[in-house]
């Protein structure tokens, strides 16, 4: 068995879908593209984007002396859905933090490696770090980026997390995939905002998830008034792509959502407590919001009548 063969393997018996391989390198094709939706102020407030422009495109600057990038797929799909009229957040953030579970996984896996393999210096990353996630999965032949710019996979759709190892040990890379978008415009048709400029190119400072998690003011109008159901993040542009009939249901207890999350309807998120707020949410990325946050979102999504 190859140390490739032997990753796949590991990384399966962890619970991820997928793996693919890259040569460590700058990504000088991608250069212009970020440079270019920066000074677009596509970022919005996420001032964080800006920094380490280098960092995101050279994986060797993380890591000195790394040769390799390998990229996993892990499925967090869970069709399952609150009250009808009720306020929605996005699957991904159901269960638990994702930043966590599979950072878990990936020490894991890195500790595996080292056992198996001898002395490997490498960093586990899970959207913790500037790190060009898709590009990466792209060019592993995880999949390709579809025009609403996340990574699509033929067999998964889109409702996977990225995750990275970025190490010294030189594997031998994968060729990338295809683009399978064809002339579909679904996504592009379905975004409330606007957001999805052309194909592969997102507004991120009019994405809903931008309006719910990232926007720390007041959301303004007309955004507000598109946000319903949507209190953090939003699944759309997911939920038209054809490529998701291909989803199936996760299989990881921890992305399990709390037992009362689902049951909540529109009167009990525009009546939660605080206390409420930290039980449900205790450990889920929603923290990320903070209770003001969420507060803010609900009564932009779902405004109260003012007899109330």
Known sequence: MTRKEWLVREAKALGFEAVGVSKARFLDEEADRLEEWLKLGYHGEMGYLE???????????????????????????????????????????????????????????????????????????????????????AESGLGWVGKNSLLLNQGMGSYFFIAEIIMDVELEPDAPSSDHCGTCTRCIDACPTGAIIQSQVVDGSKCISYYTIELRGAIPEPAAQQLSPWVFGCDICQEVCPWNRHATRHNEPLFEPHPDLLGLDAADWQEMTEEVFRSVFKKSAVKRSGYQGILRNVQAAFPRDDGE
């Open 51 to 137: 920094r380490n422009f280098d960092l995101r495109l050279d994986p060797r600057k993380l890591v000195p002396g790394a040769k390799t990038v390998v990229s996993l797929l892990f499925n967090y799909h869970n069709p399952d859905q609150p009250p009808a009229d009720a306020p929605r957040i996005a699957s991904y953030a159901y269960g638990q933090d994702y930043h966590h579970v599979l950072k878990w996984k990936l020490k894991e896996l890195m500790k595996g490696m080292q056992r198996e393999w001898g002395e490997v210096e490498g960093r586990v990353f899970v959207d913790s770090a500037p790190v060009h996630e898709r590009a990466w999965a």
